[in-house]
């Protein structure tokens, strides 16, 4: 599957001299490139202006369910493959655990290709020594487990919300309207789907305490979440680092071990919100000194 794609030098390269905050580590998933819904411009806006010592892949990075059955691949979804393969040869240490969408890499853990580390699962000590688990999350699935044939249909019928979020979106943008996910509003209005995301973390956070561990990051159901359970008087911290279909949100560590979730919408909508100030503020002394 990766030989099959066309990666090439970009078509929009990294612009040079772009301020970036800098990060100890990131973590982003469920970015599934090779179909429409993935927000490449968005993830593209996140890449240029941040950057980490350690950044991970927590799967479904490419989408081959998807191209399976139709290849799509835009200079975009190229331009991102680009830019974290340039981050690796900067130096970045890049750990890419391979999901259920992208699991034809699974064969290859352990393997090193291009400064990037394929990993079935991974460990990673915080800078104020937390050790935390980092997986996919689709091992804690019980659809995928047990009726595969039911996940299939299940990606059928969320691509085609993507293609109706896609359109939705599209209007917006023409109407100078900010980004909205609709399926993201649906899911949290949707009793059953709340309720299975919840049960999910609790699985997912208890497997943790089970292993020893101060907490889990993982991904799988697009849904950015920080929570703390109780496993037997310990505490272990929960955390979903979200996606780039929907939320469009990355976890992030801060050099002294805090954990954030950035919702790259937000933090757009303030960038935009402070260019406009500072332009009125221009225009105002323009005018004094007229």
Known sequence: MLSSLPISPP?????????????RTIWISDVHL???????EMLIDFLDRTDSDTMYLVGDIIDGWRLKKRFYWPASHNDIVWRI???AKRGTR????PGNHDEMFRQFTGLNFGGVEIRRAAFHDTADGRRL??????????????HRWLAFVGDWAYHAVMKLNYAVNVARKLAGKPYWSLSKAAKHKVKNAANFISQYEEV????????GVDGVVCGHIHTAEMRVFDHHGRTVEYWNDGDWVEGCNALVEHHDGRMEILNWPDVIRERERRSEIARGAADIRAKEAA
Do not use: Q, W
Request: glycine fraction near 10%; charge should be positive.
């Open 85 to 87: 393969m340039k981050r």
């Open 133 to 146: 688990m980092v997986l996919h999350g689709d091992e804690f699935d019980a659809v995928m487990l047990s």
């Open 11 to 23: 078509h929009n390269p990294e612009p040079s001299g772009e301020s970036r905050t800098r990060y």
């Open 204 to 211: 997912v956070a208890k497997a943790a305490g089970e292993r």
């Open 34 to 40: 090779g179909t429409k819904g993935c927000n490449a």
């Open 94 to 97: 890049i750990v890419y655990i």
